[in-house]
RNA sequence: GGUUCCGUGGCCGAGUGGCUAGGCACUGGUCUGCAAAACCAGCUACAGCGGUUCGAGUCCGCUCGGAACCUCCA
């Protein structure tokens, strides 16, 4: 059998190049994805969530396609400079001074609860998920291969990348983010520690530590600590090799970030390290970009449990991941209590559609054409992970499976493969999530219901109203919903 | 100022030139003791102004409004 990737081919949106294309491993049935992780310095809010919970919905739907994908995303844990000067503080040594712990003890703080956070938005762990302070030579060894090139040069003891003789050499710095050099310069300020550079558009491959600088490792040209940019391309180069297939991150990293890794690349290998370069967009909050700079954020804690002035309630985590699949990973996305409302009902509807199919019978053919809703999901899949419209499909199924009590206008066949792939986009692609905590109802709790239920549907028959609605509303008070339905009652927590 | 992008019905949000996206809300109906749920039906928009085309939400230009990036940030 052919595995499903040649069947639905994918094709993505390349902001390398601006233009979808067909996905064309480099290795064939194989995927190399890297995506930029967070830097662990804070805890990781809302806005990071959606990015690392698109590249896991782009990671679970190309693994279902049957590719074996290795996905590498790192933890950036030696902090970028809060700025370009030499004074400039790194983010988690400023963090461990302030708290007064080990810069270590920052980053093992936020790496765990950045990875309670995914678990809880149902992302999967990646394949591999490397440090950048654990990859210190790898780094040293890129600075000094791109120094022998000729691309790079040591000033004061730190380390430059020298855009000018990159290009000048026929490199193309500039080429994913359209930007023209001499725009570079112009718009660029005057800063502390230029002076080091010969160029304001060089970056720091390495940087000399100053002596306030807690997190610092020898090299050959100081005491010091690797570049804002290089981790990526070191660590991906390692996991990867010098040509991979995807390359993720969001939207606000593609410049300077990648576009430095593209030129530590080309410079080190001739190759631009991935051939397919994603961004995903911006989760907006009052319709600016979240940023833990500006404050202008909402935890997902604080999602989670509704504790936060913005927010009427709290919402399950798998709602939360629901609202994020309804919108497309390459557009911005506002966030509103009333769009998480909305989403809430909308994922239960999906769920409780899931769980009633879970008990329909067969009742022969309708007019459910199944293989074509097969090929409409995986064509929108396919279509640069257009997961809205793979939810607008799975809705018309909800249609199906809600038109009769009990059976379903399928047959017995198209049944089994019907709950199959209900069960894959929902749970595998989308990566929804029934109830946390013991998805399923217990026995004892089927058979305490079934009870009280036909308790209720004995004062009904006595048309005693008074005890029936107080049994419905009490147990409704407790989170269960009663479904009274035309061949009996059922019910939903 | 430069680069990139967006502006869709009450709200959210897809739409890669040619038939109704979808969700939420709302209205009417079926069902129900009442309700909820579900089903059926209705509500049919593309910021404005020009242009290209047999035909534009979709392409081009201008205007207005908004966002991201140009400085660490997913």
Not at 2 to 15: A, D, F, K, R
Not at 192 to 221: C, T, V, Y
Not at 459 to 488: F, H, M, V, Y
């Amino acid at each position: 059998m052919n595995p499903l990737y040649s069947t639905y081919p994918v094709h993505i949106e390349n902001s390398l190049t601006g233009a979808k294309e067909q996905l064309v491993p480099v290795s064939e049935g194989h995927i190399g994805m890297y995506v930029c992780g967070p830097t662990v310095y804070s805890d990781v809010h809302l806005g990071n969530a959606r990015t690392f919970t698109s590249f896991d919905f782009i990671f679970r739907y190309l693994s279902h396609l049957g590719y074996k994908v290795r996905y590498v995303r790192n933890i950036t844990d030696a902090g970028h400079l809060e700025n370009d000067a030499d004074e400039g503080e790194d983010k988690i040594a400023k963090k461990a001074r302030l708290e007064q712990l080990e810069p270590m003890e920052i980053v093992q703080r936020y790496t765990v609860d950045f990875h309670k956070v995914m678990d809880r938005l149902g992302a999967l762990p990646p394949s591999i998920e490397p440090t950048a302070t654990g990859h210190i030579v790898e780094q040293i060894e890129m600075t000094q291969a791109i120094i022998d090139k000729g691309w790079a040069y040591e000033s004061n003891g730190s380390v430059y990348f020298d855009v000018d003789a990159y290009n000048r050499d026929g490199g193309d710095y500039g080429v994913l983010s359209g930007r023209k050099m001499d725009e570079l310069q112009s718009g660029s300020r005057a800063l502390d520690g230029q002076e080091e550079k010969r160029n304001p558009a060089d970056f720091a491959l390495w940087k000399k530590a100053s002596p306030a600088h807690i997190m610092r490792w020898p090299s050959p040209w100081s005491v010091g600590f690797p570049g804002w940019h290089l981790e990526c391309s070191a660590m991906s180069t390692k996991y990867l090799g010098e040509e991979f297939d995807i390359h993720g991150g969001g939207m606000d990293l593609k410049f300077p970030h990648h576009e430095c890794e593209i030129a530590q690349n080309t410079a080190t290998s001739g190759k631009k390290g991935a051939k397919y370069w994603l961004h995903a967009n911006m989760l907006t909050l009052n319709g600016k970009r979240m940023s833990k700079s500006t404050g202008n954020t909402i935890l997902p804690g604080e999602l989670f449990s509704g504790n936060n002035p913005l927010l009427a309630k709290g919402f399950r985590p798998s709602v939360v991941r629901f609202f994020m699949m309804q919108a497309h990973y390459s557009s911005v996305l506002d966030f509103s209590n009333e769009a998480l409302l909305a989403a809430e009902k909308g994922h239960d509807k999906l769920l409780a559609a899931w769980s009633k199919l879970q008990g329909l019978e067969a009742s022969g053919s309708g007019d459910f054409d199944l293989q074509a809703w097969i090929d409409k999901c995986y064509q929108s899949l396919s279509d640069n992970f257009n997961s809205p419209i793979l939810i607008a499909h799975l809705f018309e199924a909800i249609k199906l499976i809600n038109q009769n009590e009990g059976s379903i206008a399928l047959s017995a066949s198209d049944l089994v493969v019907f709950k199959e792939k209900m069960n894959a986009f929902v749970f595998d692609i989308l990566g929804l999530q029934m109830e946390e905590g013991g998805s399923a109802h217990s026995e004892a709790l089927d058979k305490a219901m079934d009870l009280v239920i036909e308790l209720r549907a004995k004062a009904r028959e006595n048309k005693d109203w008074g005890t029936a609605d107080l049994i419905r509303d009490q147990l409704s008070a407790a989170g269960i919903k009663l479904k009274d339905g035309a061949e009996g009652t059922s019910y939903e927590i």
